[in-house]
């Protein structure tokens, strides 16, 4: 049974640097065509999908703000680090991980999410 | 990057009836990595429909999707209580994965 979740700060500065961390079981990321995504939603609006990374360590971002996120795996502790520096205020949302198999299935089974608030 | 546009932003339909709801991409998918997500409030998206058409495990026979290059539908046969919903499309064939911006489906 896959599971994830995702930890990380519920608080951020503006300008400090956000690390989330999606822990999961029930697969495992060397696994061909496995990938784990990240997607956030803000208060009341539209799911924004970030980022994701495959078993082969190919990486893919959102252009906007592919200067200030880094995704990145820890297989061996079956996890995925999402790193975004400079925060502002408009990044305050809930953020999402979720598994995914490469061109087989779309985000198939997901966190919980976890609520980042970024205020001085 | 490919804009995936939803209408309408709100449908009110009562239970019982039939719920249409519609996904336009930007340009021609060329492939059928195109998904369906239902989240109810306060909770994580649900994947509904992978590949256009293909049900995830468990989902009722009521949700079907259908579509091909540009345009594509979620439809929903018999609306049962528990249908009420915001509900987006995702592509997933061509990086940024975009989502749609939803559409609500709401009791009339």
């Known amino acids: 049974q896959i599971s994830l979740q995702e930890s990380g700060p519920a608080l951020v500065k503006p300008t400090q640097t956000l690390t989330l ?12 065509a496995v990938g784990v995504g990240w997607v956030r939603q803000p208060p009341g609006k539209a799911l924004e999908w970030l980022a994701v990374i495959y078993w082969n360590d190919d990486k893919r971002y959102i252009p906007s ?53 970024v205020s001085s | 990057e490919i804009v995936l546009t939803q209408s309408p932003g709100t449908l009110s339909l009562s239970p019982g009836e039939r719920a249409t709801l ?9 492939s059928t990595f195109l998904a369906w997500y239902q989240q109810k409030p306060g909770q994580a998206p649900v994947l509904l429909i992978y590949g256009v058409s293909n049900r995830a495990t468990g989902l009722p026979d009521r949700f079907s999707g259908s579509g091909s290059g540009t345009d594509f539908t979620l439809t929903i046969s018999r609306l049962e209580p528990e249908d009420f919903a915001v509900y987006y499309c995702q592509q997933y064939g061509s990086s940024p994965h975009t989502f749609g911006q939803g559409t609500k489906l709401e009791i009339k």
């Open chain 1, 21 to 32: 961390t999606c822990t999961f079981s029930g697969f495992s990321l060397n696994s061909t």
């Open chain 1, 65 to 117: 703000l592919r200067s200030s996120l880094t995704i990145a795996k820890d297989t061996s502790k079956n996890q995925v680090v999402l790193t975004m520096t400079d925060m502002d205020p408009v990044d305050t949302a809930t953020y999402y991980c979720a598994h995914t198999m490469r061109f087989l299935t779309a985000l198939d089974v997901w966190g919980r999410g976890t609520t980042v608030t």
């Open chain 2, 22 to 30: 519609s996904c336009r991409a930007s340009q021609d998918l060329r």
